[in-house]
Each structure stands twice: as structure tokens, then as C-alpha cells.
């Protein structure tokens, strides 16, 4: 408040002012306060990422199961082939990576990432909205969209501790809805135009505070980001593509990077990929989808970089609402449908291998003839990396986190 | 006289169903809103954007065609050039097939780059059909009928970067599917839009062929069921309405042969509609317990009759509607008498409106939704009086997230309040709203009294204050266009 004004008020600064800044001074407090050991996970202060790939990622053609006889036929001209000057990359000898996905075939090699196959959430019908939903809100079926589970695992947290004071991250103007709930959500998108100046934004402040209390709480949490993006050195490049984009996609996961990898950034972030739902002219190595997936690809290697410090401690679960169809439909791309793949990236996890009870693609095989057959729960891979990352319990994660799931035990061993 | 209460519900009724007020409308236009808002139903007729380069999906697919065919050629001249420089020979055409369509990024719009710094036509078209929609919403009395179009070119939302089509399409779609049904009945609005070339090309029914059809039997092509699911999901029934995959599959079968003219022009003037019986899968087919067996375009027409007036579709609608204007949470008597007042009027919009207009419901619930970012663009730019060019619309909206006909997916944009004011959306607000200040700063002299101007009665002692405060004009501006008053509505 350097300003002069003529009006006399314009200097006093007033109690609700003072109470808003007071307030964010305590958030960014907690963050100079330094680490120990979190009891519940050992040594580890862990990072957990969730990307959202929205559309219904067709896994068969991620990571296409060239080994299985029916595969090429259901596929016809979009199959890919393990030679050739195309082919795609080879895991364990029955399924393939997507030619365009060099880095995660890498990463695979490595042990630092693991594949689930024919993966589904317990959501069988076949809407995108209500599949993300039942994905982002963790509960049993479409309908419930007031919060997200990775904000009830943040209150599910022991109070007072770093993980949970710290918040969860959802990337985009439009928060994800997995984030949001009553625990504090931090916002972050690519900027894409001059900020305004902190005068202005602390008037506002004041004003919210005296007449808005749900304005004043957003305009807080953005405050707070904002103060940890500039302490953490991160760049602000503008412009640039959207989320469908392999430039949308790097500027994305860089900017995550940057803000999960500080020392007093969210532990825990969700983002969200857009443009997977392939009708038509879906591409084989080369096309729509193939672009989609190298931006997906050159994302890992953005964050395997940004997080370098923090990578062995990481884990990057990438979900999407549903897979597609088994069969190419008529107009070479593919309709909505059930089974498909998420990945598990970073140094964390114990990698290097594919996670399926494989169900097979004859006719008598498919989800109602026509989707690939869900074998495996996506929520008991979830649970299963947060119970091993954060050191959940069984009974909170069945209760709290993905209500109504005790018969889903947390699938065992999948960190490091 | 009016009473003061009746002034402010005035004030606030605008801000509700409008987009805002401009300087100098004031006290007369608040004391008589709800007479005005009924007088727009009553005139019945929406207008139509001026200036647009095109009149018709007709005149657009003419030119679209033509501008392909020259891009076409222009890239096979390239490749013959590099690949034959020294022979005058003809390079074999390694073109895709017909129907590939060039891979256009979703959800931004980078303007394809052409030699001479002007945007290629389609992105061109666009821009234009852009400024034309903003400057009619600018120069709207209340802006309700306006606040309409929008709602309704959400509900039946098409995505403008999906392909050459869909974007030089977009705006002729509003013009033609939505605003000449906005004050009709909401069956026609649902045939127009189903059948327009740009929801034929964005949900991909231009494509899909019957498999018994005689086109099916030749090529070995067939259905693609997703602009059939998404009639069901997003525009009629709602997700939860009473369908199966076997519905989705049949209403596809359905409509198959509800297609776009090529640029031969055998079936009409070419990218017009069409109805192309050799895509059409023949035979009676089975939708939600009826059978269709009408010959031609009449068996999807019939289908989408029914669809209009299925008990689900009230309802759906009537949330919507009600979920739009009044809360995220509406009052479940005011969906109840909307969805009431849809049904027993066969669908006639403008009953439906006057039930809304005329609820108490609607009159009383706080202002508790956040404006979106279109409607804050269009209530600052009436606010602040100013005329702006297509950059000025463009830019910040696509910054805040909801830039014009490009939803992330078919469900068109997001309409609460945990989508628009999150921490970053809010965040985001504030940094256009500052550039908005200093943009108009010079133009107007005395914020406080755009203050009480354009918020009147809804204008608070601690906005005010604020605004009164502040160390320049242009923070004033922005401290009024960001107030708790001017945000909600």
C-alpha cells in the first residue's frame, strides 16, 4: 500500500484486512516449519499424482495386446504390429506400448512403471460425465459430486500433519472434481495473461472477507499458490495449448512439478488431459490418438524431471472414466465402452511389470460382446498405492476415502 | 411509486435473467423489470447478428470446400516440387481418404498460419461470427433473451475446433438451430440442432452408416453411436432417464443417413443437410418400447418427437433451466412447476419462461451464483460502455476458460458455482477485470457513479467504500466489476 490517494481513508488498513492477511501469513508459516519424519510411512515424505485422462482412453491401442490372436482382427486397420517400421514397444512379450510412448517404455524397463490391464471402476454404463464422476468422487455410482476422494484422503490425514495442512493441488481454472471438498484446495492453470497487482488483490481480500465469505476462501487459496509458485522459482511462460495438446500437456506437468517438488508445496495433485474420445479416425501409430499419447509421454518425462529431488518418493496414477469399444467401429475409431489401461509412473513405484487378469477378446469374452472385460477395480489399485504411500488404513480407505468398498482390498505391493 | 424493496428485486432480477445494465438504463428499466422480461417473451422473436460474412450453412460449405480443395492443391504443388523439381510430371496423389479429417487440436484455437499473416477462412469466419454474437448481446435492452440463446447453445453445445467444419460452422449453427427456436417449441429447437451439419460433423453422425444399408453393404462401414448417446444423455432424457446401450444403438441406427452434403453437391447444396438414404439402415427399429417404421428422414424425426415429450425430458430441462437462472440447488417446487408447465404445454418454451418469471422462487432466492466468464465479460463490457474488438472477447475468455462454441466435451460448459469460482477462477477474474480497469480508465470519469449506476440498490456500503478508496480509476473499475454484487447473480 504505497500508494497516495487524496481520499484520507485510502492508508488505514482495516481489521478485516489485517484478518485476512494474518490468516494466510499462518498458511505459508506452516510451510517454513521444517519437515520430520511422518510416523505412518516411515522415512518417506511421498508425492502422489493423479492425471485425469478425459474422453475414455481406448487401452487397447495404448497398450495393445498384440500377443492375443483376436487383438488384429477386432482392430483391422488400426491394429499395430510388433515389427515393422512402426512397431510398437515391446513389454513382456504379449502386450505392446503405443509406439509413441518411448519414455514410459523406458521408464517400464527401468522398474519405474507399472501397467494395469483390462481396468475398469465399478461404473458400467457408458457416459463420460457420470464416468468421471463416479472416478473423481470415489463412490459407488454417478450422482454424488460434492467432493472428491483425494479430499477426503487429505481429511482422512492425521490433523496437524504436513501432508494434510498443505492441501490438495487440482490443476485448471475449473478445479477437478476429485479435489474438491472440504479439506483446502490449492488452484494452479498455466497463466495465460499479467497478473494483477497484489493492491488490488489484497482490496479484494478485504472486501470478500467483509461481504463474501465463499469468495474470500477462493481468493485466499489462490493467494497462498501464487506466494509458493513465485518461491519455488517457477517461470511463467503465457500462451501456448490447451490440455488436448503435447505443448498443453508439458506446460501442465512442468507447472505441477514445480509446485509439488517444493519443500513446502501439496503432497497430492490431480490434473486433467483432455480429447480421448476417439470416434473417429482414431489412427494407428501415427494419428489422433497417437498424439494424444506422446503428449501423455513427454508429460512423464516433464514431471520425471521437475520432481527429480523427489522422484524416488513419487507415484503418477494415470486413470481415465472408461475404455472403448473392442471392435473398430464404422468410421475407423472407437465407441464408448468399459475395460481399459491406467498407468503407475514414478520412482516409487514397483515397476517394471504388467498387472492384469487378462480376460481375452473372443465374442464370448467381451463385456456385453462388445467391451473389453474389466478384471480388476480400479479403486483397489488406488487404495492400494495411497495405503502403502501415506500409510491409510483399510478400514479408513473403505469408509472414508472410497466409501462402501470393503469387499476391495488394497491391492498389496505396488510401492517400493 | 415503486417501494424500495421493489427497486432492489428489480435490480437484482436483471442481473438473474439478464446481462446487466448499461449506464443511464437505471431506475426505470429496475422499477419495470419483470414487465420487461415478459415483454421479450411476449415479442417472441430473437434477433439475429449482423455483419456475419455468411448467411447459411449452405453459402459456408461452398466456400469451406472451395478453401480445402486450394489448401490441397497448394500442398501438392509442395510435394511435387520437392519431390520432382527437375520434371514437370505430376506427383501421384498419396491423399488421405475423403472423409480423414486434419487433426484439429481441441480446445484452443491457434488461427491456422496462412502466408500473409491472414488467418485461413475458417478461423477467420469464426472470429467474425464471434464479434457478431458479442455485439448483439452488448447492445440487448435486458440481454434475457440473450441470457437464452446462450443457455440453449450450451445445452445443444457443438465444439468449434474439432475440425475445418465445425469451426467455420459454429456461429451459423447458433444462428440457425437455436435462435429461431428460442421462443418456440423445444421439439423444433431438438430437430434443428440434431440435424444442423455442425452437430452432424462434431458428434460424428455424418459418418455413421447403417450396416444394412446399401452403402453398409458395400463398404463393410458402419454405425457411430455417439451423436445417438449424447441426444439421449445431454439433450433429452439425461443420463438417468431410462435408456439402454440398446437404445443408444438403435437411435443410432435411426439416424443414420442424416448426413452433410459433399462437395459434388449430388444430395443438395453442398454442407447443407441432408438426408441420404443409401446410408440409412432400413427396417423398423425398436426405441424405448416403440417401434419406428417411418420411411426416410420421418423415422429420426419421429424418434426425436417422442424424445422431446418423454416425461424425463420435462424434468432434465426444467433442472437445467431452473439450476441456470435460480441456484445450483434449485427449489425442487420451481422444477417442479417448470418441468409441470414443459409437459403440459407440449413443450412450449415461452410458458415455461413466463412460470419461471412468474415463480416467487425465483424472485426471492439470493444471488448466489457467480456470473460465467461469459456473462462477466458481456455485463463488464455493458458496464463500461465499450465497443470491443474480437482480441478483447477472445483473450480473456479464453484465459477465465469458456471462450465462444469450444467446450472441452459435449457437455457443454460447466454451470456452478464449485466450476467458476474456484481459487484460480477467481484468481484468473482478477487479472482480466485489472486489464478491463485500465483499459477503460480514461473512458470513465467517475467510478462511483458507474457504481451506483449500474448496481443501484445492489450496491453495498463496503463496495462503496472500496471503490471509493482506491488509488486509481482503474482499480476502481476493477474493485466494481470483481464486487461480491457484481460477480453474483
Redesign the interface.
Known amino acids: 500500500m504505497e500508494h497516495h490517494d487524496d481520499d484520507d481513508d485510502c492508508e488505514r488498513m482495516t481489521p478485516s484486512r489485517r484478518a485476512v492477511l494474518g490468516a494466510a501469513g499462518a498458511l505459508f508459516g506452516w510451510s517454513f516449519v521444517p519437515k520430520f519424519a511422518h510416523a505412518a510411512a516411515g522415512s518417506r515424505d511421498p508425492r502422489f499424482l493423479l492425471v485425469v485422462l478425459r474422453g475414455a482412453l481406448d487401452g487397447l491401442s495404448a497398450v495393445p495386446p498384440i500377443g492375443d490372436p483376436d487383438y488384429a482382427g477386432l482392430r483391422e486397420g488400426i491394429a499395430l504390429a510388433k515389427d515393422g517400421p512402426e512397431a510398437a514397444l515391446p513389454l513382456d512379450g504379449f502386450f505392446y506400448l503405443h509406439p509413441a510412448m518411448p519414455n514410459l517404455a523406458r521408464l517400464y524397463r527401468e522398474g519405474r512403471a507399472a501397467i494395469v490391464h483390462a481396468t475398469a471402476t465399478g461404473y458400467r454404463e457408458r457416459s463420460h460425465f457420470d464416468g468421471q464422476d463416479v472416478l473423481e468422487s470415489g463412490q459407488s455410482g454417478p450422482g454424488s459430486t460434492e467432493d472428491g476422494w483425494l479430499n477426503r484422503l487429505i481429511a482422512s490425514l492425521p490433523a496437524g500433519e504436513g501432508i494434510s495442512r498443505k492441501g490438495v493441488l487440482g490443476v485448471g481454472v475449473v478445479p477437478p472434481l476429485v479435489v474438491r471438498g472440504r479439506a483446502p484446495v490449492l488452484g494452479w492453470a498455466p497463466p495465460r495473461m499479467a497478473r494483477a497487482g497484489i493492491d488490488l488483490t489484497t482490496r479484494l481480500a478485504d472486501l470478500y472477507g467483509q461481504r463474501d465469505p465463499g469468495l474470500a476462501m477462493a481468493l485466499q487459496q489462490a493467494i497462498e499458490t501464487e506466494g509458493l509458485a513465485r518461491r519455488s522459482g517457477m517461470a511463467e511462460p503465457r500462451g501456448g495449448g490447451g490440455p488436448d495438446t503435447a505443448d498443453g500437456m508439458r506446460r501442465i506437468a512442468e507447472g505441477v512439478a514445480g509446485l509439488v517438488g517444493a519443500d513446502d508445496g501439496p503432497r497430492i495433485a490431480a490434473l486433467a488431459f483432455e480429447g480421448w474420445d476417439t470416434h473417429a479416425n482414431e489412427g494407428g501409430a501415427k494419428g489422433r490418438l497417437a498424439n494424444l499419447l506422446g503428449g501423455l509421454d513427454g508429460a512423464f518425462a516433464a514431471l520425471e524431471q521437475g520432481l527429480a529431488p523427489v522422484w524416488k518418493d513419487t507415484v503418477v496414477m494415470v486413470a481415465t472414466e472408461f475404455g472403448r469399444t473392442a471392435a473398430v467401429n464404422g468410421t475407423v475409431g472407437t465407441d464408448h465402452g468399459t475395460g481399459t489401461v491406467a498407468f503407475l509412473v514414478g520412482g516409487a513405484v514397483k515397476g517394471g511389470r504388467m498387472i492384469t487378469d487378462w480376460p481375452g477378446l473372443k465374442p464370448g469374452q467381451l463385456y456385453q460382446s462388445r467391451d473389453l472385460a474389466p478384471t480388476t477395480d480400479i479403486r483397489t489399485v488406488a487404495k492400494g498405492v495411497v495405503a502403502d504411500l501415506f500409510g491409510l488404513s483399510g478400514p479408513v480407505l473403505a469408509e472414508k476415502v472410497f466409501p462402501g468398498t470393503g469387499e476391495l482390498r488394497p491391492m498389496q505391493g505396488l510401492v517400493v | 411509486m415503486a417501494e424500495p424493496d421493489d427497486l432492489k428485486a428489480g435490480a437484482a432480477a436483471l442481473q438473474r435473467f439478464g446481462l446487466g445494465p448499461k449506464p443511464g438504463q437505471g431506475e426505470a428499466m429496475r422499477r419495470q423489470a419483470r414487465d420487461r422480461l415478459l415483454a421479450e417473451i411476449d415479442f417472441g422473436i430473437v434477433a439475429q447478428p449482423q455483419g456475419v460474412p455468411f448467411s447459411g450453412a449452405a453459402e459456408i460449405g461452398k466456400a469451406l470446400y472451395a478453401f480445402e480443395d486450394d489448401e490441397k492443391r497448394e500442398r501438392e504443388a509442395k510435394r511435387a516440387s520437392a519431390q520432382q523439381p527437375a520434371q514437370g510430371m505430376q506427383v501421384a496423389n498419396a491423399a488421405q481418404p475423403a472423409d480423414?479429417?486434419p487433426?484439429a487440436?481441441?480446445?484452443?484455437m491457434?488461427p491456422p498460419r496462412k502466408a500473409a499473416n491472414e488467418p485461413a477462412l475458417p478461423y477467420r469466419t469464426y472470429r467474425e461470427e464471434v464479434k457478431a454474437r458479442v455485439d448483439l448481446a452488448l447492445a440487448a435492452e435486458t440481454g434475457f433473451a440473450e441470457r437464452l440463446v446462450m443457455f440453449w447453445s450450451n445445452h445443444f453445445c457443438v465444439g468449434a475446433t474439432k475440425s475445418n467444419m465445425s469451426r467455420i460452422m459454429a456461429g451459423t449453427y447458433e444462428r440457425e438451430a437455436i435462435r429461431p427456436h428460442v421462443f418456440g417449441r423445444f421439439e423444433e429447437m431438438l430437430v434443428a440442432a440434431e440435424s444442423h451439419p455442425a452437430m452432424l460433423d462434431f458428434?460424428?453422425n455424418r459418418?455413421?452408416?447403417g450396416?444394412n444399408s446399401p452403402a453398409?453393404r458395400r463398404r463393410g462401414?458402419?454405425?457411430?453411436?455417439?451423436l445417438a448417446?449424447e441426444i439421449m444423455?445431454l439433450h433429452t432424457l439425461g443420463?438417468?432417464g431410462g435408456y439402454s446401450?440398446a437404445d443408444?444403438t438403435n437411435l443410432a441406427r435411426i439416424i443414420t443417413g442424416w448426413t452433410v452434403v459433399g462437395r459434388e453437391g449430388v444430395l443438395g447444396f453442398p454442407g447443407s443437410f441432408a438426408f441420404n438414404a443409401g446410408l440409412h439402415e432400413p427396417g423398423a427399429t425398436p426405441l424405448l418400447g416403440r417401434s419406428y417404421d417411418q420411411p426416410g428422414r420421418a423415422q429420426g424425426v419421429a424418434a426425436l418427437t417422442d424424445l422431446a415429450r418423454h416425461p424425463a425430458t420435462s424434468r432434465f430441462i426444467a433442472t437445467k433451466l431452473a439450476r441456470h437462472f435460480v441456484a445450483d440447488d434449485p427449489p425442487t417446487e420451481l422444477v417442479e412447476l417448470l418441468a409441470r408447465t414443459f409437459r403440459e404445454s407440449g413443450g412450449d418454451l415461452p410458458a415455461v419462461y413466463r412460470a419461471l418469471i412468474g415463480s416467487d422462487a425465483a424472485w426471492t432466492a439470493p444471488a448466489s451464483k457467480?456470473r460465467t466468464p461469459q456473462e462477466f465479460l458481456l455485463a463488464s463490457y455493458r458496464a463500461l460502455g465499450r465497443q470491443p474488438d474480437f482480441g478483447q472477447i477472445a483473450?480473456?475468455l479464453?484465459?477465465?476458460?469458456q471462450p465462444f462454441w469450444q467446450p472441452?466435451?459435449p457437455?457443454g460448459y460447466?454451470d456452478s458455482?464449485?466450476?467458476?469460482?474456484?481459487?484460480?477462477?477467481?484468481?484468473?477474474r482478477?487479472?482480466?477485470?485489472?486489464?478491463w480497469g485500465r483499459q477503460a480508465a480514461n473512458a470513465v470519469p467517475d467510478p462511483r457513479g458507474l457504481s451506483e449506476d449500474v448496481l443501484g440498490p445492489l450496491l453495498?456500503s463496503?463496495?462503496r467504500?472500496?471503490v471509493?478508496?482506491?488509488?486509481?480509476r482503474s482499480?476502481a473499475l476493477?474493485?466494481l466489476l470483481?464486487?461480491?454484487e457484481f460477480?453474483?447473480r
Request: hydrophobic letters at 35%.
Open positions: 480423414a479429417q487433426a487440436p481441441q480446445n484452443q491457434t458428434l460424428d459418418q455413421s452408416i450396416p453398409g462401414r458402419g454405425l457411430n453411436e455417439n448417446r444423455e443420463v438417468s446401450q443408444v457467480i483473450g480473456p479464453a484465459t477465465m476458460g472441452s466435451g457437455n460447466a458455482n464449485a466450476a467458476w469460482a474456484s481459487a484460480e477462477g477467481i484468481k484468473t482478477i487479472d482480466v477485470a485489472a486489464g453495498s463496503e463496495t467504500q472500496a471509493a478508496r482506491a488509488e486509481s482499480q476493477a474493485l470483481m464486487s461480491p460477480q453474483r
